[in-house]
Structures are given as structure tokens and as C-alpha cells.
């Protein structure tokens, strides 16, 4: 009893010292353990049960002591090994260099690899040195492994740098919106259109623009502020006959809804249409039995003209006669054209010329259009001249008067280059209709 007594009054001591040499081993910069067989998963201290242990009867049935003999025979195998513990031995005595072997001529071979030391065994480590040699075989040899000969295999995104350009550039580049590879038509187009990599081809009618006009015109030399007489009275004429052309585009328009004298209808040509639509109505009725008469001598006649036999021979060699003067026609005038043949040449060069000078006139009229505003909607472009006459021209600079608005020059010219339809100002109407009430203030007032 007294030796157990005396046990068990000394063990926590030697727990604290094992767990404070523990400690200061652990913390010391070149300590590893060489047992094999501990798991890390035991060096973890797991969560305990909370007993009381200032009991006597608790301390060996709830004390773990088995971190601290498994670290006290770490310990003591190092000692056994190499004599002490191997965070205080030198680095000369656990490594060397290995420079090589050397064969019975004294040459020195190639130096071998050293694997490093390792606490715990390494799993796999005959295959991955199997698979170690054979590819330091086939490196001498000059074969690549197949891992590396796909990274080599695959070429780099060719990245080129573009200057910026302005997004109003119709000859610019097409370019994915989000920053995609464009896709090549190198690859097969079937399978392009299958998988929809293949991107839409652009139309080449929107790389052209749409009017040859510039976007800022310059005036003409009579719209100037001083301008001289010629120039001024050429503007002049202009813009006259601009007002011209329209005022005979509005008698047009009155003549075509005006209501002819003609189609009056009068007292005398409403009598003169009742009567001879009396009249035809007689005669109708008198001309039917007539007709019934004449549809009766026709079929006697009909039945009557039957032809004889005679008579149809020699209407079929009649026929065959013609055929035959015809073929012989036909066949003396393809003999003439031979002797034509100059002439014929001539007219088709002739014809040629004329198709030349169409096509060529046809061209002209088309660049012609170019600069004139086409019609895109249901209104025509109506040019507006901003002329100022003769009494109206300024002196000076300081008598000049701004005139017009470049908000609605700018609006104009987008209308004459095509870019938009020509619109009307939205009238306003009232759905409701506006009540007029007095108020009681109004009315005591007044």
C-alpha cells in the first residue's frame, strides 16, 4: 500500500515533466520523429471526459499517458539510432553529397538520385519510381510525354492590338460584341452551322453609305453675310424656283379635285337620259324574236354544209402545199444570210453600242441619285432655303441678326442624307373638351 501510495503520489510529477520535455522538444527547429507506426491522428489529443480528478481513485482510470510514452520512446529509438536526438546533430552528419559512382576505369557514372527521408512509408512509391525511370528513358531518347507534347502542341492566342476607330466607320472591321475569337471559315461549314459558331455574314450594302453627301455642307457664296450681286442673285433664283415647283405641285393637286361644269347635271340632260333609255328598251325587246329566226337558219346551214370527200382532199393538199412553200421560204432566206453576213455583224455591233450607252446612262442616273435625298416613308424631303433678299442684308457685323436654328439644320441634314425619314411636327388634339366654370370668388366679385 505504501509503494502504490507513494506511485501514485509521484505520477503526476512525471506527467508534467514528460509533457514539458515534450513541449520543448517539439519547438526546437530540426526535431522529426522516425516512428513508422504513428498515426498523426494520434499525436491530435482528442476531446476527453470531463472527470474530477481531485481524486485520488480518478487519477489512473481517466489519466492518458500514451502520448507521452509514445513520445518517450521516439525519443529513445533516436537515441539507439544515431545517439542522441537529431535536432542536435549536425547537418554533416546526416548528409552527403553523392557525387556519383565510379566503374573499374575510374570513370564517373552518372550520379543517382537520393530520395528524400520521409517520416511514414511512401504509397505507390515502386510505380511512381517505374513510372520515374521509364520517362527519363524516353527523355534520352527524345520523346516527349504525351502531356507535355499537348501543352507544346497548342499555339498561343495571337493577341493584336487595333486602334481605336470611330464607331460612325462603315469600312471598319467586324468585331464580336463581347470579346470572342472570331471563328475561321477554315473549318467545315456544315459543321459550322450545326454547332453556330459561324457567325452572320455581313451584308456589303451596309458598307456603303447611304448618301455621297458630306454631313456639313457649305453654304453657297450668296448666303454669305456681304455677299456680292451675282452670287447673291444666283441664291435668289434658287430658292425661286423651289417655290415655283411647289405651287405647281398645289395647282396640280386643286385641278385633279376640282369639280368639272361637264358633270353638272342639268334639267334638259335629265330628260334627254330618260327618253333614250326608253328608247333602247324597245328596241330590245323588239329585236328578240328576230334572233330566234336567225339561231334557227344558222343550224339549217350547218347541217346542210357537210363536206365531201373530194373536197377534203383537196383541202389537204392545199395544206401540205402551203407547208412545203413555207419550208422552201425559210430555207432561201437562211441561204440569203449568209451573203449578210457583214451586215448582220454590223447591226449587232450597232446594237451593242446602244446597250453600252444605255447601261452607261443608266449609271449616271444612279450617281446622279446618290446626292438626292431618296423616299423612305410616306412624306417627300422638303427643302427649305434660308435666303434673305436684297433690303434685308446687313451692312455690318452688328446689324447682322441670327437667323435659323442649328438643331433643326442638323435635323434637316440628317433627313437629306438618307440616315432618317422626313417627318411633320405631331399636332395636338384634345380628347376632352375644355369646361369653363366660374368660381364663387369670380362671381360674388363681379
Not at 101 to 117: C, H, I, M, R, W
Request: some cysteine; proline content about 4%.
Amino acid at each position: 500500500n505504501s509503494s502504490s501510495i507513494t506511485f501514485n503520489q509521484t505520477l503526476p510529477f512525471k506527467m508534467a515533466a514528460a509533457r514539458r520535455l515534450k513541449r520543448v522538444a517539439v519547438s526546437q527547429p530540426g526535431f522529426l520523429g522516425l516512428k513508422s507506426n504513428v498515426k498523426p491522428s494520434e499525436l491530435v489529443s482528442s476531446r476527453r471526459k470531463r472527470v474530477n480528478k481531485n481524486k485520488k481513485k480518478n487519477w489512473n482510470r481517466h489519466s492518458d499517458i500514451h502520448d507521452v510514452e509514445d513520445f518517450l520512446e521516439d525519443i529513445r529509438h533516436q537515441e539507439r539510432t544515431t545517439g542522441g536526438l537529431l535536432s542536435e546533430k549536425p547537418d554533416d552528419s546526416l548528409f552527403f553529397l553523392d557525387v556519383g559512382q565510379t566503374d573499374k576505369a575510374g570513370n564517373e557514372g552518372k550520379a543517382s538520385l537520393v530520395s528524400p527521408v520521409t517520416a511514414y512509408q511512401q504509397p505507390n512509391a515502386k510505380k511512381l519510381r517505374r513510372i520515374a525511370q521509364k520517362a527519363e528513358q524516353l527523355a534520352a531518347k527524345g520523346v516527349l510525354p504525351r502531356r507535355q507534347r499537348r501543352l507544346l502542341s497548342r499555339r498561343p492566342a495571337e493577341k493584336t492590338v487595333k486602334k481605336a476607330e470611330a464607331n460612325n466607320n462603315p469600312d471598319r472591321d467586324f468585331y464580336a460584341m463581347w470579346g470572342e475569337e472570331k471563328v475561321t471559315d477554315s473549318a467545315d461549314p456544315w459543321y459550322l452551322q450545326q454547332t453556330g459558331k459561324k457567325l452572320v455574314q455581313r451584308p456589303e450594302k451596309l458598307n456603303q453609305k447611304p448618301s455621297v453627301l458630306p454631313a456639313v455642307e457649305v453654304i453657297a457664296p450668296g448666303g454669305s453675310y456681304n455677299p456680292d450681286f451675282l452670287s447673291h442673285q444666283a441664291l435668289l433664283q434658287e430658292a425661286h424656283d423651289v417655290e415655283v415647283q411647289k405651287q405647281k405641285q398645289e395647282d396640280k393637286l386643286q385641278r385633279q379635285l376640282a369639280f368639272r361644269k361637264e358633270d353638272r347635271a342639268t334639267e334638259v340632260q335629265t330628260i334627254i337620259s330618260a327618253v333614250a333609255a326608253c328608247l333602247y328598251e324597245d328596241e330590245d325587246e323588239a329585236a328578240a324574236p328576230n334572233e330566234d329566226e336567225a339561231d334557227s337558219a344558222l343550224g339549217a346551214i350547218a347541217v346542210a354544209a357537210k363536206k365531201t370527200e373530194r373536197q377534203r382532199k383537196k383541202e389537204k393538199a392545199e395544206k401540205m402545199k402551203t407547208q412545203q412553200q413555207q419550208a422552201s421560204r425559210r430555207q432561201t432566206e437562211r441561204q440569203q444570210q449568209l451573203f449578210q453576213l457583214r451586215s448582220i455583224k454590223s447591226s449587232i455591233k450597232q446594237q451593242e453600242l446602244q446597250t453600252k450607252a444605255r447601261r452607261m446612262k443608266r449609271k449616271a442616273r444612279q450617281e446622279a441619285q446618290k446626292a438626292l435625298p431618296r423616299r423612305l416613308g410616306k412624306l417627300k424631303y422638303a427643302q427649305d432655303l434660308e435666303v434673305q433678299l436684297s433690303d434685308e442684308l446687313a451692312a455690318s457685323l452688328r446689324q447682322l441678326k441670327p437667323e435659323g436654328s442649328v438643331l433643326k439644320d442638323r435635323f434637316k441634314s440628317l433627313q437629306k442624307r438618307n440616315l432618317i425619314e422626313p417627318r411633320e411636327r405631331a399636332k395636338f388634339k384634345r380628347r376632352l373638351k375644355v369646361k369653363y366654370v366660374e368660381k364663387r370668388a369670380f362671381r360674388q366679385i363681379t
